[in-house]
């Protein structure tokens, strides 16, 4: 690299080139208030050390994250004595490099945690796995072709649909076997890395760090989908946080996993509102496996009294040593908790 660079010009370059693929020449520009012409020198300069890509001509050009690592294969004949540490530790881990210690074990425990749930799960016999590089990023797929998680949750657990199963998924600790798993994985992983995505024939998963939002996105054809369980997680490679920073956040020191994060919206169906006692006891089920529950109202524009009221008077007043958090509550949703909140008991 040129002495002449500001190594922070290149890093704002790399770290936002993604979101400003076509414009970051002027976003950069916007940042340093340095000349155009100044920034077109380092973005050649990153095209020579082979850290971008760029397409297009000059007005139109779009640079993009030059892949560093772009490999994919697939694993056959997976049975349950299949080993998911040999597979990391042999298949992935060799194509990571000089990651920061951090990253390789937050990719890992990632990992791990779901080609193991190909192996006992998704009675898959072959999963593909792809490792995506670049000077910024490190994102790592697992694709199987078996049963598909959501399916098999809302059969393993007589759930009325798929997206009940998603529902109760994002809470944690949800398992169909006790003896071998703790149901915390999923939950875990998706909160480790930058970006985590499921995509189950025609439903799609996603939760992002930066937000700690999750988005539910369905494209009402399971054709367009994917046949079985595709998940991708994507981390930056200048993450500052461990896993071990993950677990103290979710796990207690002795009572095991003891908080939880419910994104309201997974519970509400298209065209719906949340206006009824049964919608809340299903946003309910299993709260009392847990000392904390942070329910996240993101995306809720208003609920009803009754919804309101078996959560925040009926389960609360049941469940006293549970504590129950609100998150990004509009004022109309504010106001009915305190509204039910306040209220006498029903005679």
Not at 279 to 293: I, N, P, T
Request: contains cysteine; negative net charge; glycine residues 6%.
């Amino acid at each position: 690299m040129s002495r002449s660079q500001n190594p922070a010009v290149r890093g704002f370059i790399l770290d936002n080139v993604r979101e400003h693929p076509t414009d970051i020449v002027s976003f950069t520009v916007a940042e340093f208030g340095m000349g155009r012409a100044s920034i077109n020198r380092y973005l050649r300069r990153l095209i020579e050390d082979g850290l971008l890509d760029a397409i297009g001509n000059t007005k139109a050009r779009r640079y993009s994250l030059k892949k560093l690592v772009d490999e994919t294969f697939l694993i056959e004949d997976i049975t349950r004595s299949t080993s998911e540490d040999t597979v990391w530790r042999y298949r992935v881990l060799p194509f990571l490099g000089s990651v920061p210690q951090n990253i390789i074990d937050i990719c890992h425990y990632g990992f791990t945690e779901i080609f193991n749930n190909v192996i006992d799960h998704s009675v898959s016999d072959s999963a593909s796995i792809s490792i995506h590089m670049t000077v910024a990023t490190t994102e790592i797929i697992v694709a199987d072709y078996g049963v598909g998680v959501f399916k098999k949750i809302q059969d393993n657990f007589d759930l009325p649909d798929a997206r009940s199963a998603l529902l109760e998924l994002s809470k944690g600790k949800l398992t169909s076997d006790r003896e071998n798993h703790a149901g915390e994985g999923i939950f875990l992983t998706s909160r480790m890395f930058d970006e985590f995505n499921i995509l189950s024939f025609d439903l799609f998963f996603t939760r992002t760090r930066t937000d700690d939002a999750d988005w539910l996105i369905e494209t009402g054809d399971a054709d367009e989908g994917h046949s079985g369980t595709f998940v991708r997680m994507t981390i930056s490679n200048n993450a500052n946080w461990s896993t071990k920073d993950v677990f103290s956040e979710y796990i207690g020191d002795s009572t095991g996993f003891r908080k939880t994060h419910v994104p309201i919206k997974l519970g509400k169906y298209p065209g719906e509102q949340l206006v009824s006692r049964s919608q809340a006891k299903r946003v309910l089920a299993r709260f009392d496996e847990f000392s904390e529950v942070n329910l996240d109202f993101e995306g809720i524009d208003t609920i009803g009294q009754a919804f309101a009221d078996e959560i925040f008077r009926v389960f609360k007043n049941n469940h006293p040593n549970i504590e129950l958090l609100t998150l990004n509550a509009n004022e109309a949703v504010q106001k009915m908790i305190s509204h039910v909140t306040f209220q006498q008991p029903e005679a």
